[in-house]
């Protein structure tokens, strides 16, 4: 193999990008031509980002509107501000409803409908097979090559998957009709350039299996490769190439595995038509593809790679950055340029057992290959080139003419999927990076566009404006941020929970006491936390409180309240700091027991885990906050200061579907702002309570401030509420309890010296709005998630969906379809979406109001499909309910969804606002006056728009409602602390013989 002279390289590279724009001078890509309504938008869309935003967004909801009325109502709720920087043709369709300007606005905006249809076809090859062919026979006819996909991701049911198969099955029947009639380009053979297949197929492995993810990687796998090989087959049947894209991040080492799999199967090892795509702009890319090539070379099979640099980067980033995870793209677009070259280095390097498909408009990288390969020796049968059909017709006809070897990748297929990849496109050449707008939109120097891309590095480096200083929080401890959530993508993080569901069963059976001022406490009566799962497995035997252990628990608490409400709130919090630390490292034992406890699927356990540590975190830094006397006024001779001091002994009563996150939260509000705390967990999650007991002890918290109660509520419920030493009662539960727990506080007890505080969060009847204009792939995954994630057993669960007429039905028919094609069993194995319900008990409860709503309405889901064993209940859903019936007012806390329905916004949210509860809701809109009208309207504690029902984070979705779904403020938010604590203010007079020192903040001396 040659070896390359880096330094003397770059300057045949410019060279060549020289020769190569001035073959191609005074040409511009079609999306360019300001001539046609596309080049005006795209001019429109750079000069403006206002109108970019709108626009696209418009692009992406304008397939779901479906008459006139919506297309009209949206073209003004985008374009129709005065105001905005808006193309007088756009704002003139969005103003014209006046009389005659009526008949004017419709022409106007069926123009504008067929003008943007029209963009999405320059990037499609065809909406049918039959137009694919057609396309793809005019290409070959201009001496290009092709890579037929069909459009399309992330399917939501298994029915869909089949169906997109069948769409793959059908092109290539098209395409069988008829590509025998093909001459081999540029040599008339039965191969194009005298080595490579005719057929050429792109396959998304995301689009084959409904339920791939990444924490189920096997299963991933096996589900989209009964899929994938059918279509492989009919491709080796037809001498044809497949190609496996590369997709989102979550999707890499699904991708990377079914590769190695297909390709490595005894059936086609001797077939070596197969690639598979990376992405440059990912970290990992290096290592990835040097791991593939070395698994090449052990295997001794040929591979081929297709380089791109990807077209994922804003979600990505957004992505990494809502969870805490490390941004995993390069966040500089010329290290994205850096790695296309170093990378095209390493495979063209390997040339003899990896053929290489360059992917690129970029000049400067298409001449860093072509220069590359010169120097390597590289055949010209080892490499190709690649670009977007409908994109860069100056870049492919200079490519045709340089390297012959030019590949267009057109993708084919409806129009709804076609504007999603529309919008990608759009966004890819409007951004401000883009080569294509650089070189033909703006008409860039030819230096600084071939210059090498560590240079422009360096530079868009150097001229970086330092990084503004980490915010601080109080008392000089870094500001408060959530926990990351944790990412099942890396490998260390499946084997942390697999490793530590085995390290949990080994603690099985064993005797859970109580703890009471320090001391383990055992009782002769003891209650069996069993995994709903499998009830014969026991979990712990817990020890249970009786009268007696109450009221010393009592005591304990009443009497280490005198000296921990002393002590001065940066120490109080410093504990809850430590706590938070211990949480941190036993996380995922500490989620497994959830998993097996509760019958929590893996994620939602670790974001259980996780909200506990915010909320020890946040609770403490607010503690600090609120823990320095205030000045209230500034008259001079006199201080008054104001501050709080702990109400006293905290009843803590939790609940079991969040077992460690609401428990360690309420107790951390109580304990932090001076109280001493009862604890009583409930009696389906007492192992995972008893945690919470050894963290605060391993974090130093004084014996007695944190006592651990577990028993029978009505054994020792009602001490523990009306005993007159309590003085507030924290509460996670049901609303018959919660209401029952104010009725008893209320009543004062003999030696009772305060009013009782009651602190109640007492579920909801939530209910998530489908507007006619809703994305249905965003909504319907937001649904299933609210509604059946942990079994629906949330406070905030989707137990209601408002769906509008004229998207009811391809609404209902996709949501029950995706409805039956989760995997439901045991939580501890990650393939499972739904699990148990949390006991018997549950079950029985689920069961009777399945029966209450296929009395109501018409079932049409009821998954029957469960296992025997286990506390499993029927994932249903209900349709043709009304806001009157059970169903539509009673919370069922399992997974029962009643589908109703509304004829417009207006009578959807009265159908939403008709329960007593308030506490959540959602609405999946792309109507900006909807989406107003929902905040204003849509009354309840927490509100999401475009996302579902669930799933707050402490002080971003500060968490609580109102009505019969709670009292008090919100958990997680900056309120929450005041209701543990008694405000106090103290008034000094400090003057003396008519002198008065100047204090901070006087203003009447100068």
Not at 447 to 461: F, G, H, M, S
Request: with cysteine.
């Amino acid at each position: 193999m040659a070896a390359i002279d880096t330094a003397a390289l770059n300057p045949k590279i410019i060279a060549r990008g020289k020769e190569f724009f001035q073959s191609i001078a005074g040409e511009a890509p079609s999306i360019f031509n300001k001539g046609w309504w596309t080049g005006k938008v795209m001019d429109w869309a750079m000069k403006n980002e206002d109108f970019k935003v709108q626009m696209f967004r418009f692009v992406d909801v304008l397939p779901y509107l479906t008459t006139s009325e919506s297309l009209s109502r949206h073209i003004e709720e985008y374009f129709g501000d005065k105001d905005a920087n808006i193309p007088d043709v756009l704002k003139w369709g969005a103003g014209k409803t006046g009389f005659g300007g009526g008949l004017v606005a419709m022409v106007l905006n069926k123009a504008i409908r067929s003008n943007i249809e029209g963009m999405a076809r320059q990037f499609i090859i065809g909406e049918k097979a039959s137009e694919a062919v057609k396309g793809i026979r005019q290409l070959r006819k201009d001496g290009f090559a092709f890579v037929i996909d069909l459009l399309g991701e992330a399917p939501l049911n298994e029915k869909e998957c089949d169906e997109y198969m069948q769409g793959y099955m059908e092109v290539l029947a098209g395409i069988q009709s008829e590509y025998k009639k093909w001459d081999g380009l540029d040599t008339g053979g039965e191969l194009d350039w005298g080595h490579a297949p005719k057929i050429n197929v792109a396959v998304k492995p995301s689009a084959f299996f409904s339920q791939a993810k990444a924490v189920d990687v096997a299963g991933s796998v096996e589900g989209i490769y009964r899929r994938v090989e059918p279509i492989y087959r009919k491709i080796k049947e037809m001498g044809g190439f497949m190609c496996i894209d590369m997709e989102q991040l979550k999707y890499k080492e699904i991708t990377i595995e079914l590769y190695k799999r297909l390709r490595s199967a005894p059936e086609h090892r001797d077939y070596p038509h197969l690639g598979i795509v990376f992405q440059c702009y990912l970290k990992c890319t290096d290592v990835d593809v040097s791991e593939m090539i070395g698994w090449a070379r052990k295997e001794n099979l040929p591979i081929s790679i297709r380089l791109v640099k990807g077209a994922y980067w804003d979600s990505e980033t957004v992505l990494a950055k809502q969870n805490g995870w490390e941004v995993p793209v390069y966040t500089i677009k010329a290290e994205s340029d850096m790695a296309h070259e170093r990378i095209a280095r390493m495979i063209l390097e390997n040339h003899d057992i990896c053929h290489f498909a360059c992917a690129s408009h970029n000049i400067r990288t298409i001449s860093n290959v072509i220069e590359t390969a010169k120097a390597l020796n590289v055949p010209d049968s080892r490499y190709e080139f690649q670009v977007l059909y409908g994109m860069a017709e100056p870049v492919r006809k200079g490519l045709r003419n340089v390297a012959k070897r030019v590949r267009l990748y057109c993708p084919y297929g409806d129009l709804i999927p076609g504007m999603a990849y529309l919008v990608r496109r759009l966004l890819e050449n409007t951004a401000n990076e883009s080569f294509l707008r650089q070189s033909f939109a703006e008409g860039a120097e030819l230096e600084r566009l071939l210059e090498n891309p560590i240079a422009t590095r360096d530079r868009e480096v150097a001229a970086k404006k330092a990084p503004a200083p980490a915010k601080m929080g109080p008392a000089g401890y870094p500001a408060f941020a959530n926990h990351a959530n944790v990412d099942f993508t890396v490998p260390a993080a499946r084997a942390g929970m697999v490793n530590a569901l085995a390290k949990v069963r080994k603690d099985f059976g064993k005797v859970y006491p109580l703890v009471i001022g320090g001391k383990e406490v055992k009782t002769s009566e003891m209650l069996d936390s069993y995994n709903p799962a499998k009830p014969a497995e026991i979990i712990g035997k817990v020890c249970q409180a009786g009268v007696k252990e109450t009221q010393d628990a009592l005591a304990a608490a009443k009497k280490a309240f005198l000296e921990w409400r002393n002590v001065e709130p940066l120490e109080r919090a410093k504990v809850l700091f430590k706590a938070a630390d211990i949480m941190r490292r036993d996380i995922n034992e500490l989620s497994a027991l959830q998993v097996l406890e509760v019958g929590k699927q893996w994620d939602q356990a670790h974001a259980d885990v996780a909200e506990a540590i915010d909320f020890l975190e946040y609770y403490g830094r607010e503690m600090i906050r609120l823990g320095s006397p205030r000045r209230m006024g500034n008259a001079p001779g006199e201080v008054n200061q104001y501050f709080y001091q702990g109400k006293g002994v905290t009843a803590v009563i939790g609940p079991w579907n969040f077992p460690l996150a609401i428990s360690a939260g309420m107790a951390a509000a109580a304990i932090v702002c001076g109280n001493a705390v009862v604890y009583k967990p409930s009696g389906l999650s007492s192992v995972i309570g008893f945690g919470i007991a050894s963290i605060f002890k391993e974090a130093g918290l004084p014996d007695g401030v944190f006592n651990f109660l577990p028993g029978k509520g009505s054994v020792m419920g009602d001490v523990l509420v009306e005993h007159p030493d309590v003085s507030v009662i924290a509460f996670t539960g049901s609303m018959e309890v919660g209401l029952r727990i104010q009725e008893k506080a209320a009543k004062v007890q003999p030696g009772q010296v305060q009013c009782k505080k009651v602190i109640a969060e007492m579920g909801g009847k939530n209910a998530i709005i489908i507007d006619d204009d809703a994305d249905l792939d965003e909504a319907i995954t937001g649904v299933l998630y609210s509604a059946f994630g942990f079994q629906g057993q949330k406070c905030s669960a989707c137990s209601r969906v408002i769906v509008l007429d004229p998207i009811y039905e391809r609404f209902v028919s996709r949501l029950a379809e995706a409805a039956k094609s989760i995997k439901i069993g045991p939580s501890e194995d990650p393939a499972n979406y739904m699990g148990p319900v949390v006991d018997k008990a549950a079950q029985q409860n689920v069961l009777k109001y399945i029966d209450i709503a296929a009395g109501e309405g018409k079932v049409l889901v009821k998954r029957t499909d469960i296992p025997a064993d286990g506390c499993y209940a029927p994932l249903t859903i209900v349709e043709g309910i009304n806001k009157g019936h059970r169903i539509a007012q009673e919370e069922v806390f399992g997974p029962v969804l009643a589908v109703m329905r509304a004829k417009n916004i207006d009578e959807a949210l009265d159908i939403a606002n008709s329960t007593r509860f308030a506490l959540t809701g959602a609405i999946y809109s792309r109507s900006p006056k909807h989406l107003e009208k929902a905040r204003k309207e849509f009354r309840v504690g927490n509100l999401y728009l475009n996302k579902g029902s669930t799933g707050a984070m402490v002080e971003r979705h500060a968490f609580g409602g109102f009505n019969m779904s709670g009292v008090g403020s919100k958990s997680g938010g900056p309120d929450y602390l005041l209701q543990f604590m008694d405000p106090r203010l103290v008034s000094e007079n400090t003057i003396r013989r008519g002198f008065a020192p100047v204090e901070e903040g006087d203003d009447w001396v100068a």
